[in-house]
């Protein structure tokens, strides 16, 4: 094994960097400094781990414009998109610094009728230290919505992020030391699966990975080994549902924004649009107009970037043609737009739901978009693939009533992936998406283990938990009960 990798530029292959290949051992040797640094950064407390990061918030946001820089060098995508993701990451480490106290502290609950003399509380304790596996398409944002909440729940973080994107997990690195110099409280670890592999099996106290949902059952057969708990965001095939009674063109620009940012590489991009017959062909009429004007490239007025990682241009390749082998039609583009490193925009339509275009992950500036007879048939279509991350819905009358029939983690209403800019929101999938949740108070608990306690408030004389109890206490609890809840 090499033991270093170079770090590219996906429009150009120039070389931006190179990095260690962290072994077993290495990767060891990291986990063991954060559990010291675990133990010091959850005894700071909930005030001053809120003051260090909304110290890194205002950092993050102060250098703005040069991370973006890095992640466009590293990432491929447009500064502006960059900058835009970048705003969101610095959106939750704001709202977890602000929130993690009144999530995790300690609470009071009620001890019910008949441990009435006890006082009953939960609290959230950090697990230690966190693994974070982070991906390349959204190499800030994504990250961060594990980084974050762990480090405001009291943990510390070894970030090992995508090797496609090793700087950009370097640079956030190195800027919360620079407000958190005291401890390696979250520290790097770069290279390959094998890292990542290592990692998971380093003894750190929870994972959170994002990345291929094959990956995601590798990730989770490893941590099985020890018994290591997991959180796994792994891809979709998001859908926007659009209702005859929907804003046309504000449904069209959604679909097409969904389905080319970041050069289609997004989790939560639309890779399917199922419109009522009704306005189907004014939709995909409007749709095409509006991504015919795209344009992939590297310079300041291009739409979008390169496909960063090389080895999905083959998947959108095999997606296209397997549509169009199969009955579909392209409406727009076609085999001719994969245009190595980039891939201009492809609309294709009608196509069979039994096609690999609709049933599985394309990851690329491509859009399946059919016609459905009713909101139902729409939902069911949705509904059947193995994926449940996140849908769009457009309709001025049945939106929730559309969202609630769609087996996904998130729906925005009226607007496309509306959930990821609101802290406050879980974000995750069910089925092949994944299990766990980042952001919101669900993404904070999601890095802490509850803690139940009783504690005797005033002692009495019915004691039932007592091998000295009288034969007459059992009788009593349960004529109690009896009398209680009497039909």
Request: net charge positive; glycine share 12%.
């Given at each position: 094994m090499a033991d270093t990798f170079d770090s590219l530029d996906p429009g150009t292959g120039d070389v931006l960097a190179t990095f260690p290949v962290c072994g077993a051992d290495d990767v060891r040797s990291v986990v063991d400094d954060a559990r010291e640094a675990a133990r010091w950064w959850a005894q700071v407390g909930f005030a001053e781990r809120r003051k260090r990061l909304l110290a890194w918030r205002s950092l993050l946001s102060g250098r703005l414009e040069e991370l973006a820089e890095l992640v466009h060098a590293e990432n491929g995508k447009p500064r502006e998109d960059a900058v835009l993701e970048i705003a969101l990451a610095v959106e939750h480490v704001d709202w977890a610094a602000k929130h993690a106290a009144k999530t995790l502290g300690r609470?009071?609950?009620?001890?019910?009728?008949?441990?009435?003399?006890?006082?009953?509380?939960?609290?959230?304790?950090?697990?230690?230290?966190?693994?974070?596996?982070?991906?390349?398409?959204?190499?800030?944002?994504?990250?961060?919505?594990?980084?974050?909440?762990?480090?405001?729940?009291?943990?510390?973080?070894?970030?090992?992020?995508?090797?496609?994107?090793?700087s950009v997990g370097e640079w956030l690195v190195r800027s919360f030391t620079a407000v958190v110099p005291e401890q390696p409280v979250l520290q790097l670890v770069t290279g390959l699966g094998e890292t990542?592999?290592?990692?998971?099996?380093?003894?750190?106290?929870?994972i959170a990975f994002t990345g291929s949902t094959a990956t995601g059952r590798k990730v989770m057969a490893a941590c099985a080994q020890t018994l290591t708990p997991v959180l796994i965001e792994c891809g979709g095939k998001d859908v926007a549902i659009v209702d005859e009674d929907a804003d046309l063109e504000l449904a069209a620009q959604s679909a097409a924004w969904g389905a080319c940012s970041n050069a289609g590489q997004t989790c939560v991009g639309t890779e399917r649009v199922y419109v009522h017959e009704k306005v189907y062909d004014r939709v995909l009429h409007r749709m095409v107009e509006i991504m015919r004007e795209?344009?992939?490239?590297?310079?300041?007025?291009?739409?979008?970037?390169?496909?960063?990682?090389?080895?999905?241009?083959?998947?959108?390749?095999?997606?296209?043609?397997?549509?169009?082998?199969?009955?579909?039609?392209?409406?727009?583009?076609?085999?001719?737009?994969?245009?190595?490193?980039?891939?201009?925009?492809?609309?294709?339509?009608?196509?069979?739901?039994?096609?690999?275009?609709?049933?599985?992950?394309?990851?690329?500036?491509?859009?399946?978009?059919?016609?459905?007879?009713?909101?139902?048939?729409?939902?069911?279509?949705?509904?059947?693939?193995?994926?449940?991350?996140?849908?769009?819905?457009?309709?001025?009358?049945?939106?929730?009533?559309?969202?609630?029939?769609?087996?996904?983690?998130?729906?925005?209403?009226?607007?496309?992936?509306?959930?990821?800019?609101?802290?406050?929101?879980?974000?995750?999938?069910?089925?092949?998406?994944?299990?766990?949740?980042?952001?919101?108070?669900?993404?904070?608990?999601?890095?802490?283990?509850?803690?139940?306690?009783?504690?005797?408030?005033?002692?009495?004389?019915?004691?039932?938990?007592?091998?000295?109890?009288?034969?007459?206490?059992?009788?009593?609890?349960?004529?109690?009960?009896?009398?209680?809840?009497?039909?």
């Open positions: 609470r009071s609950v009620s001890p019910g009728l008949l441990s009435a003399n006890q006082a009953a509380s939960v609290r959230y304790l950090p697990y230690g230290v966190v693994g974070v596996i982070g991906p390349w398409n959204y190499p800030v944002f994504t990250p961060m919505g594990s980084i974050a909440y762990a480090l405001a729940a009291g943990n510390a973080v070894v970030l090992k992020p995508s090797e496609h994107t090793p990542g592999a290592a990692l998971c099996t380093s003894g750190v106290d929870k795209l344009e992939p490239g590297a310079g300041e007025g291009a739409s979008y970037g390169p496909m960063t990682m090389p080895s999905q241009i083959a998947v959108v390749r095999r997606h296209i043609d397997a549509a169009l082998a199969d009955g579909g039609t392209a409406v727009l583009g076609g085999p001719e737009s994969i245009r190595p490193p980039y891939i201009g925009p492809v609309v294709l339509a009608e196509v069979p739901e039994s096609s690999a275009a609709v049933q599985e992950e394309t990851f690329g500036p491509v859009v399946v978009v059919n016609k459905v007879a009713s909101m139902a048939e729409a939902a069911e279509k949705a509904n059947a693939t193995p994926y449940g991350l996140a849908a769009s819905v457009f309709s001025r009358s049945r939106g929730e009533r559309i969202a609630e029939s769609l087996r996904t983690g998130m729906v925005s209403i009226n607007g496309v992936l509306s959930f990821a800019g609101i802290p406050s929101l879980p974000f995750g999938g069910v089925g092949d998406s994944g299990f766990g949740r980042i952001h919101g108070e669900d993404g904070l608990r999601e890095f802490a283990r509850p803690q139940a306690v009783a504690k005797l408030r005033v002692p009495i004389p019915l004691v039932v938990t007592s091998f000295a109890r009288k034969p007459y206490a059992v009788r009593l609890v349960a004529d109690m009960l009896r009398r209680r809840f009497r039909g």
